[in-house]
């Protein structure tokens, strides 16, 4: 009783105090001053003293700078270019083997299709010349550059590679804003960038991010020489051959592509390095052409156990496997086989095709190569003279493929059972039912029997077997050969190179017992 009277006491003269301090302006009670509730007035925000929210150190406060004076370097394109009309032959619908229809043949005296595209650039000179992407102005038949003034001049394509996706165009004229690309310092993964082009043709767009990774391999198979920059800056159809600043307004890529599932950006965007993308322009505005040394093979990727395996490799070799030989390539005129393992070139180590690809892309036409290379398990060493890549080496391929093979088919040949697989020869009614082509040889899955290590490793019938361990077969004893001399060295498995209906080429690693 006596602790409860003294509360109410403490308490009484609590409020006397605070009371008396209120009435003395020594305490201000929220909401004691009504006015302050409602705003009126010119309303003057302050980022006050505080840190927490300032910007970290190195982070601009704005991009505005950099963009007025970088811009006016910055121009559309606008292009003109002729396609050609679809030929005539049967369309095969993809995933359903010996269903399609016939095109029509197009009309002879019809005039060629016109399409026009836009994209974007830079100038790099006063003079007139001005960077872009070889996809924007490949077979243009006429170029219109729109500059930052709103001007429209005519121009004229200098040069173009389509392996680096670079090309370069001129105006006529002098005197115009041109920026440079900036070698030295390179950019780092967290670096800020600005993308600045023409997306849906709005010109001067500016969209800013960070460097996202470095070194990048895009997967297109059209750009074998280039280690991209990977961006979050918004890069969308039009931006293509605009420029990649930093925040010192130095180019250091050129935009090139992105990664979309749904055509738009997603924030996964590619430029090419300053590195590459001037020491091509220069050559290009020198008016040379780009050499690049030349093998002559595809070629694939030697990296797991699997692989090792099938062709007799020691453990943990990685190297690029010789796929296929293009007939009188430098490749086969030195005497490289399909199967030898590409370990090294000059002395630098080879590890992927792409390594591969590059390092011979480095090398002079007509200059010596040295290649180390794993064939049937030996390491050897085989000289070759490099040749000179072709410009369009993606027709030298489908020419190529479409090549008719060798076939050793007597005819009369009946299907068997290897590995789980029936193969057979290919007869006319097979060629149409899987929609082959008579230049195609090889031998043909008819049938997989259920749970064999085959079907496990995913064949399936229609499938056309081309090589064992890259020995080529064209007739079921041929295959079987293969197989019994694979199963004779000791190998645990063979690799088989493939062709699905639908044309993909693919490999498939049987191996010769099933897993426990």
């Given at each position: 009783?006596?602790?409860?009277?003294?509360?109410?006491?403490?308490?009484?003269?609590?409020?006397?105090?605070?009371?008396?301090?209120?009435?003395?302006?020594?305490?201000?009670?929220?909401?004691?001053?009504?006015?302050?509730?409602?705003?009126?007035?010119?309303?003057?925000?302050?980022?006050?003293?505080?840190?927490?929210?300032?910007?970290?150190?190195?982070?601009?406060?704005?991009?505005?700078?950099?963009?007025?004076?970088?811009?006016?370097?910055?121009?559309?394109?606008?292009?003109?270019?002729?396609?050609?009309?679809?030929?005539?032959?049967?369309?095969?619908?993809?995933?359903?083997?010996?269903?399609?229809?016939?095109?029509?043949?197009?009309?002879?005296?019809?005039?060629?299709?016109?399409?026009?595209g836009a994209g974007s650039g830079f100038f790099v000179s006063a003079d007139g010349f001005i960077v872009t992407n070889n996809?924007?102005?490949?077979?243009?038949?006429?170029?219109?550059v729109t500059l930052a003034d709103g001007r429209e001049l005519p121009a004229r394509l200098v040069g173009r590679d389509q392996?680096?996706?670079?090309?370069?165009?001129?105006?006529?004229?002098?005197?115009?804003?041109?920026?440079?690309?900036?070698?030295?310092?390179?950019?780092?993964?967290?670096?800020?960038?600005?993308?600045?082009?023409?997306?849906?043709?709005?010109?001067?767009?500016?969209?800013?991010?960070?460097?996202?990774?470095?070194?990048?391999?895009?997967?297109?198979?059209?750009?074998?020489?280039?280690?991209?920059?990977?961006?979050?800056?918004?890069?969308?159809?039009?931006?293509?051959?605009?420029?990649?600043?930093?925040?010192?307004?130095?180019?250091?890529?050129?935009?090139?592509?992105?990664?979309?599932?749904?055509?738009?950006?997603?924030?996964?965007?590619?430029?090419?390095?300053?590195?590459?993308?001037?020491?091509?322009?220069?050559?290009?505005?020198?008016?040379?052409?780009?050499?690049?040394?030349?093998?002559?093979?595809?070629?694939?990727?030697?990296?797991?156990?699997?692989?090792?395996?099938?062709?007799?490799?020691?453990?943990?070799?990685?190297?690029?496997?010789?796929?296929?030989?293009?007939?009188?390539?430098?490749?086969?005129?030195?005497?490289?086989?399909?199967?030898?393992?590409?370990?090294?070139?000059?002395?630098?180590?080879?590890?992927?095709?792409?390594?591969?690809?590059?390092?011979?892309?480095?090398?002079?036409?007509?200059?010596?190569?040295?290649?180390?290379?794993?064939?049937?398990?030996?390491?050897?060493?085989?000289?070759?003279?490099?040749?000179?890549?072709?410009?369009?080496?993606?027709?030298?391929?489908?020419?190529?493929?479409?090549?008719?093979?060798?076939?050793?088919?007597?005819?009369?040949?009946?299907?068997?059972?290897?590995?789980?697989?029936?193969?057979?020869?290919?007869?006319?009614?097979?060629?149409?039912?899987?929609?082959?082509?008579?230049?195609?040889?090889?031998?043909?899955?008819?049938?997989?029997?259920?749970?064999?290590?085959?079907?496990?490793?995913?064949?399936?019938?229609?499938?056309?077997?081309?090589?064992?361990?890259?020995?080529?077969?064209?007739?079921?004893?041929?295959?079987?050969?293969?197989v019994e001399a694979a199963r004779a060295a000791g190998r645990p498995s063979v690799l088989l190179a493939v062709r699905a209906?639908?044309?993909?080429?693919?490999?498939?690693?049987?191996?010769?017992?099933?897993?426990?």
């Open positions: 009783m006596l602790k409860r009277k003294e509360f109410i006491l403490g308490a009484a003269c609590g409020l006397l105090v605070a009371a008396g301090a209120t009435a003395g302006g020594v305490i201000s009670w929220p909401g004691a001053h009504a006015e302050v509730a409602g705003a009126s007035g010119l309303l003057r925000p302050s980022a006050g003293g505080g840190l927490a929210f300032a910007p970290p150190q190195g982070a601009p406060l704005s991009f505005a700078d950099i963009f007025t004076q970088v811009s006016p370097a910055v121009v559309q394109l606008n292009v003109e270019s002729t396609v050609e009309r679809p030929s005539g032959g049967r369309m095969q619908i993809p995933g359903l083997p010996g269903f399609g229809f016939q095109m029509p043949e197009p009309d002879a005296d019809a005039e060629p299709q016109t399409q026009r996809h924007v102005v490949a077979n243009a038949t006429e170029i219109t392996d680096t996706d670079l090309a370069v165009v001129k105006v006529d004229g002098g005197d115009f804003p041109f920026v440079t690309f900036e070698e030295q310092a390179q950019p780092r993964v967290g670096d800020w960038v600005i993308a600045v082009g023409n997306p849906f043709g709005l010109g001067g767009t500016a969209t800013a991010g960070i460097v996202s990774a470095t070194a990048r391999e895009y997967p297109s198979p059209d750009n074998p020489y280039t280690d991209f920059l990977q961006i979050d800056a918004a890069i969308n159809t039009g931006n293509s051959g605009g420029p990649t600043f930093d925040i010192y307004g130095r180019v250091i890529g050129v935009n090139s592509a992105i990664l979309s599932p749904s055509g738009g950006s997603v924030g996964i965007g590619f430029a090419i390095p300053a590195t590459i993308a001037k020491t091509i322009t220069d050559q290009l505005i020198r008016g040379e052409t780009i050499a690049r040394g030349y093998l002559g093979a595809q070629i694939g990727t030697v990296s797991t156990d699997e692989q090792r395996g099938a062709l007799g490799l020691p453990d943990g070799i990685e190297g690029a496997s010789i796929e296929v030989l293009t007939p009188g390539a430098p490749a086969e005129q030195a005497g490289l086989r399909e199967g030898d393992v590409v370990v090294a070139i000059d002395g630098k180590a080879v590890d992927t095709s792409t390594a591969l690809t590059r390092a011979v892309g480095a090398v002079r036409p007509g200059q010596t190569m040295r290649l180390e290379l794993f064939r049937e398990g030996r390491r050897q060493t085989v000289n070759v003279r490099a040749g000179t890549r072709p410009a369009d080496i993606n027709a030298v391929l489908e020419e190529q493929s479409a090549s008719p093979g060798a076939s050793g088919q007597s005819g009369i040949e009946k299907g068997e059972t290897v590995l789980g697989m029936t193969v057979g020869p290919i007869s006319s009614a097979l060629r149409e039912r899987y929609g082959l082509s008579a230049g195609e040889g090889g031998v043909l899955i008819t049938a997989v029997e259920a749970r064999s290590p085959a079907s496990r490793e995913g064949a399936v019938a229609g499938i056309l077997i081309e090589r064992v361990n890259y020995v080529r077969v064209n007739s079921v004893a041929e295959f079987k050969a293969a209906p639908t044309g993909q080429e693919g490999r498939i690693i049987v191996p010769f017992a099933a897993p426990e």
